[in-house]
């Protein structure tokens, strides 16, 4: 995020609150995936989406005002904006699992204002459970493993590029990736070295997810994944 600097910078931040919980509720509810096909009128959303009305009316044309929806003849649509740098840019499932880390790790700043001068945990003057690290939640879930590590797969994959540009294993016939996921990275340096096998280590919900994505990739007779748990 850029520094701070004029009036409007310090304006957009006092009414970014709304913005992003408007665009939120958008993501929650899969509003932009159910336009994308056909616009709909806000009669037609409020009840697909089960939406107390009024609330919906308002929702859709702050929507509107902000560009991330626009108004046609026949109803709603995801604007050009909307389109590229959301629709295009990631499918429903990861932005939901953007949405759900985020808002895990945000959630104690909502009442800093009012709280802080209060000593003490945020979290606990405010009744919420202390955040617990993403690996144990992956530890615990394995549907939330799965789509996480698949998350990583796609936001990794220019560093992947990037590394397997700079790292020279020629003359390699094996790796170990420790902690390497999905094993993106391993699979751009395996796409680079024919040769090459790889070994990813890192916790078992991780390694199973990561075997659904090599084999998907055609990278499974060559890339190994070894459960361990290191953290």
Not at 87 to 113: I, M, T, Y
Not at 128 to 145: C, G, T
Not at 212 to 230: M, N, V
Request: a negative charge.
């Amino acid at each position: 995020m850029k520094k701070i600097s004029t009036y409007e910078d310090v304006n957009g931040l006092l009414h970014g609150r709304p913005a992003s919980a408007a665009l939120e509720a958008a993501i929650e509810t899969g509003l932009f995936w159910m336009l994308v096909e056909k616009p709909m009128t806000a009669d037609e959303i409020v009840k697909e989406l089960n939406l107390p009305g009024k609330r919906g009316f308002y929702w859709l044309q702050y929507l509107n005002s902000l560009g991330i929806l626009e108004e046609g003849p026949l109803g709603y649509l995801p604007s050009p904006m909307t389109r590229s740098a959301i629709l295009e840019s990631r499918s429903r499932e990861k932005w939901q699992q953007l949405l759900l880390d985020q808002r895990e790790k945000d959630a104690c700043v909502f009442g800093l204002s009012r709280l802080i001068r209060e000593p003490g945990s945020l979290w606990d003057l405010q009744g919420l459970p202390e955040p617990v690290h993403y690996v144990e939640k992956m530890k615990d879930d394995p549907q939330r493993a799965r789509e996480f590590t698949r998350l990583l797969f796609e936001l990794h994959q220019e560093l992947a590029r990037q590394v397997a540009v700079v790292l020279d294993l020629s003359g390699s016939e094996h790796m170990m990736d420790i902690g390497g996921g999905s094993g993106v990275i391993s699979m751009a340096l395996l796409r680079k070295y024919p040769a090459l096998v790889s070994t990813v280590v890192d916790i078992e919900n991780v390694c199973v997810a990561g075997r659904e994505i090599a084999f998907e990739q055609g990278l499974s007779d060559r890339l190994f994944y070894h459960p361990a748990d290191f953290w």
